[in-house]
Every structure is written in C-alpha cells, then in structure tokens.
C-alpha cells in the first residue's frame, strides 16, 4: 500500500521505540537494502519467499536504513518540544521523564532551559546506547539545573524489544508463536555493565527498559552485580516497564531498592492479546502492579508517551479499571486483582515519579517548602466514582506559582 500511494518518495514509518518499521520500496532502494542485504548481528529484515525485503525491519536492522532520513534542525526540534510541552501542560502535566534523549535532543532542551522557556519540568535521561554522547556526559557529570526546569542525571538503555512485536526477551517461547524468536538483545549485557559501573561511579542513574521476563531477569542481575560492587547507595536505578517477571522478581528487586517505572496504558492496550502470547501462567506475573507494591518495590506510574494514552487522568483510569476509555460501566477490568486504588495510582503518579527523580524534596505533592506545582480539576478522583475519572477535566495547570495553561 505504501508503494502505492507513494511511488516517487520514501517513505518511514517506525513503531513506539523503533522496535519495528514500515519502509516503502523506494526507501528501500535508496539505502540500498535487497535480497542480497545479510541481517545485521540483532535486528531483522522481513523477507518474502523470495529473499526480497517486505520492507518490515525490526530493531537495529533499522539503522541500515536510519542514515538516510533527514534530521530536523535545532530550531525545528526546539519549536516541537514547545509545542509538546504546551499540549502536556493543558492536560494537567507539571513535569516529564524525557527518556532516550539524543545529542541533538540535550542542545535543543539546555539551550530552552538557558532562555527560560520550559513551560513545565524535564528530567533528562540520555541515550545509553549512544557512545560519543556517554563519554561526554561521564567526563561533565550529571545536570541539576539551578532554574529547576532541567535535570539530566539519568540513563536510559533498551535492552529488549516489545510483547506487541514478539521481540520482548522470554525465558520460554513464545505461546502464539511457532518456530524461532525474533527477540534478541538491542544492547549487550557487557555494555550495561560498563555503563553501569560509570553510572554508579559518576553519580548517575540508570534506567534500562526490560519487558520479557528473561530480559527483567537479566537487568536485576546486572544491577546486582554492579551494585554488589558498588555497594547499595542510594542509586534509585530504575527497571522501565517491569511487564512481565519472574516470582522471585519481587523480593530480589525489593533488596536492591530497584525502582518499578511501569505504565497502566500497557495493561489495558495488551489485553486483548498478551494472555494468548504468553500464557496463562506467565500473565499471572505480568502487569503486576499489586504484586509490585507488596513486595515492597517503589512503583511508578506514567505514560510512555507517545506511543500510548498519555492524559493523567486517563492514566488514573486505566490504573483502577484497567479497562479501555471506551467500556461501558458494566463491563469488568481485565486481571482486576493486579488494579490500584485511586490512593495507590495517584502515589505512584506524583510523589513515586518525584522520588525516582531524586526530586521528592521539592517535588511530588503539595506541602510547606515544597514548589508550587498543581493542577485544578473539576472533581475528586477520591470521592467520584472510578468509571468517571477518565470525565474529569484539567481547568488550569500551574507550576512554581505560575499558570501555564487554562481551559478558558
């Protein structure tokens, strides 16, 4: 279809976090990818019978293509981080995790923060995987801007793919699929550790995307070898997305204070098929937000922006009704047993998402000494009845004092 509706221009179309991408025919043919183009040594090319590319590439076997499309201008960049943060801050956002931050993300949001012009809060976390930009970043050391707008003290790395494109790390096959798995490692576990002995001896925190239960394994062992090393200090490392886990997961994750960075969207986006992909006896410890919190590990809640619902009060919904926005009252959540109460979500939507920021202290919820962050809505989350969350609405959005946006 992309061919033929567009035959004289290439075209890219990546999936949330480039686990996968559609490329049309003559994208194909101006990175010279064909039949005779080897896989790279982690990602794949979606073949026909045939050897011929489909123009389905997932993971790294992108960055065959990656290097021919062109990049925005810094001005551009900065003009759509604007725009961005406005939109988030009309919703009821007071602050992000910006995780992944490229070199050409890092100028455009220091240059914003120098000029003042963050309407909201940013915590950065670089691009682990990025070489060049980890050896400047380990020789500066970590950003704690004194405008309190930007903050870069953090590492995100992804070391697995996704459910969705099979390309999460399982202990066991997959329960839908039949033959190999296309899952592999988007960064070598060497690599983390490396990262992760800089990190800890830098000062900065890493955040390491795990979804399949091998590659949540995987990273808790990593972490505990480095922080065995290291001693536990208190680093605030962090696991992004946690989904599916190991029943030893919890007590091991709980010892090493490591942080659970997980987003209800995903429970809700997934239901429809997560149970058929890996089982009925996996999914018991997938989503698991109640096993997480009594097991002692800090659970954060947030969007995973932009690839999923990202609205806090859509955010808040699917937390306690892990159900689509669209269900009617009558209908029942999926895996009820693993929903929050609107006390727990909204913990782990403020003063959690502070802590795994090092900003609690300022940060997280409203109190003497505290910076003037809030929103105005026109219910009570804790008193209207949970199906009408997602009906709330944001009036006015203010931080440090100063209203940012307003309904009227």
Same mark, same amino acid.
């Given at each position: 279809?992309?061919?033929?509706?567009?035959?004289?221009?290439?075209?890219?179309?990546?999936?949330?976090?480039? =686990?996968?991408?559609?490329?049309?025919?003559?994208?194909?043919?101006?990175?010279?990818?064909?039949?005779?183009?080897?896989?790279?040594?982690?990602?794949?090319?979606?073949?026909?019978?045939?050897? +011929?590319?489909?123009?389905?590439?997932?993971?790294?076997?992108?960055?065959?293509?990656?290097? =021919?499309?062109?990049?925005?201008?810094?001005?551009?960049?900065?003009?759509?981080?604007?725009?961005?943060?406005?939109?988030?801050?009309?919703?009821?956002?007071?602050?992000?995790?910006?995780?992944?931050?490229?070199?050409?993300?890092?100028?455009?949001?220091?240059?914003?923060?120098?000029?003042?012009?963050?309407?909201?809060?940013?915590?950065?976390?670089?691009?682990?995987?990025?070489?060049?930009?980890?050896?400047?970043?380990?020789?500066?050391?970590?950003?704690?801007?004194? $405008?309190?707008?930007?903050?870069?003290?953090?590492?995100?790395? =992804?070391?697995?793919?996704?459910?969705?494109?099979?390309?999460?790390?399982?202990?066991?096959?997959?329960?839908?699929?039949?033959?190999?798995?296309?899952?592999?490692?988007?960064?070598?576990?060497?690599?983390?550790?490396?990262?992760?002995?800089?990190?800890?001896?830098?000062?900065?925190?890493?955040?390491?995307?795990?979804?399949?239960?091998?590659?949540?394994?995987?990273?808790?062992?990593?972490?505990?070898?480095?922080?065995?090393?290291?001693?536990? =200090?208190?680093?605030? *490392?962090?696991? +992004?997305?946690?989904?599916?886990?190991?029943?030893?997961?919890?007590?091991?994750?709980?010892?090493?204070?490591?942080?659970? $960075?997980?987003?209800?969207?995903?429970?809700?986006?997934?239901?429809?098929?997560? +149970?058929?992909?890996?089982?009925?006896?996996?999914?018991?410890?997938?989503?698991?937000?109640?096993?997480?919190?009594?097991?002692?590990?800090?659970?954060?809640?947030?969007?995973?922006?932009?690839?999923?619902?990202?609205?806090?009060?859509?955010?808040?919904?699917?937390?306690?009704?892990?159900?689509?926005?669209?269900?009617?009252?009558?209908?029942?959540?999926?895996?009820?047993?693993?929903?929050?109460?609107?006390?727990?979500?909204?913990?782990?939507?403020?003063?959690?998402?502070?802590?795994?920021?090092?900003?609690?202290?300022?940060?997280?919820?409203?109190?003497?000494?505290?910076?003037?962050?809030?929103?105005?809505?026109?219910?009570?989350?804790?008193?209207?009845?949970?199906?009408?969350?997602?009906?709330?609405?944001?009036? +006015?959005? *203010?931080?440090?004092?100063?209203?940012?946006?307003?309904?009227?």
């Amino acid at each position: 279809l992309l061919d033929i509706a567009f035959p004289n221009n290439p075209v890219a179309l990546e999936s949330l976090h480039g =686990f996968a991408g559609l490329y049309n025919g003559y994208a194909l043919k101006l990175a010279n990818i064909n039949s005779t183009t080897k896989d790279p040594e982690v990602g794949n090319i979606i073949r026909r019978m045939n050897g +011929e590319p489909t123009g389905v590439m997932l993971t790294l076997a992108q960055n065959l293509i990656r290097p =021919f499309i062109p990049e925005p201008s810094n001005e551009k960049i900065k003009d759509a981080i604007i725009a961005g943060l406005n939109t988030m801050a009309s919703a009821g956002v007071t602050s992000i995790h910006e995780a992944g931050m490229t070199p050409k993300d890092v100028k455009a949001f220091i240059s914003l923060a120098e000029s003042n012009s963050l309407p909201i809060r940013v915590y950065g976390m670089l691009d682990g995987n990025n070489d060049e930009l980890m050896k400047h970043w380990f020789a500066r050391g970590p950003l704690v801007d004194k $405008s309190g707008f930007l903050d870069i003290r953090s590492i995100k790395v =992804f070391y697995d793919g996704s459910l969705g494109s099979r390309t999460a790390l399982m202990e066991e096959p997959y329960s839908d699929q039949l033959g190999k798995s296309l899952a592999t490692e988007r960064i070598s576990t060497k690599k983390i550790l490396q990262l992760g002995r800089k990190a800890a001896d830098k000062g900065f925190q890493m955040a390491v995307h795990a979804i399949g239960d091998k590659g949540n394994n995987q990273v808790l062992k990593l972490y505990e070898e480095i922080l065995d090393t290291n001693g536990i =200090f208190d680093h605030r *490392w962090r696991i +992004e997305h946690a989904q599916v886990l190991f029943p030893n997961f919890y007590s091991r994750a709980a010892e090493l204070k490591v942080l659970a $960075s997980m987003q209800s969207s995903h429970a809700v986006g997934d239901s429809k098929w997560a +149970e058929d992909r890996i089982g009925s006896e996996r999914i018991q410890d997938a989503y698991a937000w109640q096993n997480i919190l009594k097991s002692g590990v800090r659970l954060l809640l947030n969007s995973d922006l932009p690839g999923e619902p990202w609205k806090p009060m859509e955010t808040l919904y699917f937390a306690t009704n892990r159900k689509p926005l669209d269900s009617t009252k009558e209908s029942k959540g999926w895996y009820m047993k693993q929903a929050l109460t609107v006390e727990e979500a909204l913990k782990a939507m403020t003063i959690e998402n502070a802590h795994g920021a090092f900003q609690e202290k300022k940060l997280g919820s409203i109190e003497i000494n505290k910076l003037a962050d809030f929103i105005i809505i026109d219910q009570n989350p804790l008193t209207v009845v949970s199906e009408d969350i997602k009906n709330i609405k944001v009036l +006015e959005t *203010w931080v440090s004092g100063i209203k940012v946006s307003s309904i009227n």
